[in-house]
């Protein structure tokens, strides 16, 4: 029984940790000797027996051309060969749908910019995403919160911050007196990274220009980074949340009319992993009510 206990909770373990995928029908021991290959009887076994030794460059044949792979046949959430490209009602039929700045600044409205990157073809992460996760709550709030990226249950359902994470983070707005009828999320990623790996420096870049330009167009009162990436990203910050939650900072672009009062706080991933942090980040979600209603409306 103990047995099985253990196995549950390493298994626990991996999903936590991220582990959603098998990559083999059966386990294999990588840690394991290979077996030695059959020498003449009576010699001793000397070391490296039964390694096939790796070819000499000379001695390495071409492979033959591959063949072109078929392409994926389309399904729910992704995008096929010979499926109709997303909507370009407001693109130019000739547009460079790798433009990220561009495609961002032609958006006028939240269904625009939805539209833009469903057209954008500048990240590869839109090709292993099953959904484009955009936002959620309500685009009139008074207060947006970003975050990182999506992960398994925010990829599967097409919102952000619906997992444990995101149960988590509504019961920390809720203990201010906000729900997702008050505030709008969205993150720094609009698809989720395989394995929920942290962004790469250059996913980040590519999907900078929308969530700027996703800020612009909601127009919040009160700006809160929800993470590390986030904060770092939008406040051109180097120093982690550790040093970033707590203080104030102005978050300006091109196209604002005004700066916005913008803050970090812990991700709920992370309040999860060290419960003894909560005490802060209830500091800090004291802090942002406070600003929030010194704001005007």
């Not at 206990?5 to 940790?17: S, Y």
């Not at 099953?130 to 685009?139: E, R, S, Y």
């Not at 925010?154 to 988590?168: A, K, M, N, Q, T």
Request: proline content about 10%; hydrophobic content about 45%.
């Amino acid at each position: 029984m103990a047995e099985s206990a253990d196995k549950l909770a390493l298994l626990r373990w991996q999903i936590e940790a991220g582990a959603d995928e098998a990559i083999g029908e059966t386990p294999l021991d990588r840690f394991a000797a290979p077996a030695p290959t059959a020498h003449d009887p009576g010699s001793p076994v000397k070391p490296g027996a039964g390694v096939t030794p790796l070819p000499t460059p000379s001695s390495v044949t071409p492979p033959p051309e591959a063949a072109t792979p078929a392409a994926p046949a389309a399904g729910p959430g992704r995008k096929g060969v010979e499926e109709a490209p997303a909507p370009d009602f407001f693109i130019d039929a000739g547009a460079d749908k790798t433009n990220a700045h561009a495609l961002a600044a032609a958006a006028n409205s939240l269904d625009e910019l939805r539209a833009a990157l469903s057209a954008f073809e500048g990240c590869a992460l839109k090709h292993t995403a099953t959904n484009l996760v955009f936002g959620d709550g309500n685009p009139e709030a008074r207060i947006m919160l970003v975050g990182e990226a999506p992960g398994a249950d925010e990829d599967r359902l097409g919102r952000p911050f619906v997992g444990v994470s995101g149960r988590l983070l509504d019961a920390m707005l809720a203990a201010i007196g906000l729900d997702r009828s008050c505030v709008y999320i969205t993150n720094i990623l609009f698809w989720r990274p395989p394995g929920n790996r942290n962004p790469t420096a250059g996913e980040v870049a590519a999907c900078l220009p929308f969530i700027e330009r996703l800020i612009e167009l909601v127009d919040p009162a009160v700006l809160v980074m929800v993470g590390g990436t986030a904060a770092k990203t939008l406040l051109g910050q180097s120093d982690g949340i550790m040093k970033l939650r707590g203080r104030w900072f102005n978050y300006e672009s091109a196209r604002m009319t005004r700066p916005i009062p913008a803050t970090g706080i812990f991700h709920p991933a992370y309040l999860l992993r060290s419960p003894a942090q909560k005490r802060t980040a209830w500091t800090d979600l004291l802090a942002i009510k406070r600003k929030l209603e010194a704001s005007p409306e």
